[in-house]
């Protein structure tokens, strides 16, 4: 129990020190007060007015002693060597000098505080002796040792403090680490979610486009309604990709890392797998559905990782939804090889004349290409000479599973 109102009154304290601070002040002039009032009564002693002046000279500036506690001593130093010549009826130790000494080895900077202790322990003697009255060595000794006692009390609770506003620092530090980290993860998140919907979306809607577009071709003599509703297809299909693409950018703020993993399906979903190398010949076939002629040659089974074979089937998809967009009719070639030293796949297509495709545009397909690449290790080169727009895209050995 009674550690339970020490630590309350602890807590306390640090929460209204100044509070804390001026009520000590006044408890110590309180008791100088009652000590010049009775002990002066005791021995018949007359004990003029400005003894309660230097009385509170030395006890009331200690409310100041945490944020002042230089010149708290230097305030409270006159005082108590008045009061000290004057040898009027005192407390068994001096109190408020005692206090100001703790202040200034706990508070003031240590040439401050090595000043106060050093200045303390030659007044004592200068006092002590001064004074007219018999006083032994052992009378300055005694002095000497609560001065030095109360400093060294103070010297502790300057480490202690020091100690505890470190704590706080390096807490503060890993706040604003955890906080940073989870920005960095959330854009990371927003990153991979961009690229998922940019590889998902727009090579389906891309596929649309195309269609509608070879269907509104077909059936223009024979069908003209059933162009225009063709036209309308496509339209509405472009623009859906326009608005995607402007959804696409406010999620990308930060570049991200794909790890390989898609996150937690809801319960009672079914959770697939993410595509790899043996799922190029789906892909293959549903761009052979929208017109194109494409060959695909190499392996289809792979040691690679998850991560890996999504790298590479993401880029292949890309790369056959920009032959589908910009090189509707020219063959396209698949190339995939694997060997010692890692997984290569090559996409090249024939550029059609007047085609203002160029591979430097601003979407997110060639950046997310480089980007899949990268956060397995691997590098994409893509090349546009002599009219054939080619994305070789190379994972090395250390990414297999």
Request: charged share 20%.
């Amino acid at each position: 129990m009674r550690a339970g109102v020490l630590t309350r009154c602890s807590e306390w304290g640090r929460r209204h020190s100044l509070a804390g601070d001026v009520l000590l002040a006044l408890v110590l002039f309180a008791l100088s007060v009652l000590v010049l009032r009775y002990q002066s009564a005791d021995c018949d002693c007359h004990v003029p007015a400005w003894a309660y002046v230097a009385a509170a000279g030395q006890t009331l500036p200690v409310a100041a002693r945490r944020r002042a506690p230089f010149a708290v001593n230097v305030v409270v130093a006159p005082s108590a060597v008045i009061y000290g010549l004057a040898a009027w009826p005192a407390p068994p130790a001096p109190l408020g000098a005692l206090t100001a000494i703790h202040a200034a080895a706990a508070y003031a900077r240590r040439w401050q505080a090595a000043l106060v202790l050093g200045a303390a322990v030659v007044m004592v003697p200068a006092v002590l002796f001064g004074r007219g009255a018999a006083t032994t060595f052992i009378e300055v000794a005694y002095t000497w040792l609560i001065i030095v006692v109360a400093w060294l009390l103070g010297v502790v609770s300057h480490y202690r403090l020091r100690a505890l506003k470190d704590a706080v620092t390096r807490q503060d530090s890993q706040h604003r680490l955890l906080k940073a980290e989870a920005a960095r993860a959330a854009a990371e998140e927003r990153a991979r979610i961009a690229r998922e919907m940019h590889d998902l979306l727009t090579h389906s809607v891309s596929g649309m486009v195309v269609l509608a577009e070879g269907g509104a071709a077909a059936s223009a003599d024979a069908h003209p309604s059933s162009s225009a509703i063709f036209d309308s297809i496509s339209l509405r299909g472009r623009r859906t990709l326009h608005e995607l693409r402007g959804m696409l950018g406010v999620l990308r703020h930060e570049d991200g890392a794909d790890t390989g993993s898609r996150p937690d399906a809801d319960d009672g979903e079914e959770r697939r797998p993410l595509p790899g190398l043996s799922d190029l010949p789906a892909l293959i076939e549903a761009v052979r559905e929208a017109g194109m002629e494409v060959t695909l040659s190499g392996v289809v089974e792979s040691h690679m990782s998850p991560a890996a074979q999504l790298a590479v089937y993401r880029v292949a998809q890309e790369s056959l939804t920009n032959a589908l967009k910009h090189a509707t009719g020219s063959p396209v070639k698949v190339l995939v090889a694997e060997d010692h030293s890692g997984v290569r796949l090559e996409v090249s297509n024939p550029v059609p004349s007047g085609s203002a495709f160029t591979g430097r545009g601003r979407g997110h397909g060639l950046r997310g290409m480089r980007e899949r690449a990268a956060s397995v290790g691997g590098l994409v080169h893509i090349d546009d000479t002599d009219d054939v727009w080619s994305v070789e895209l190379f994972v090395p050995q250390a990414q297999r599973g």
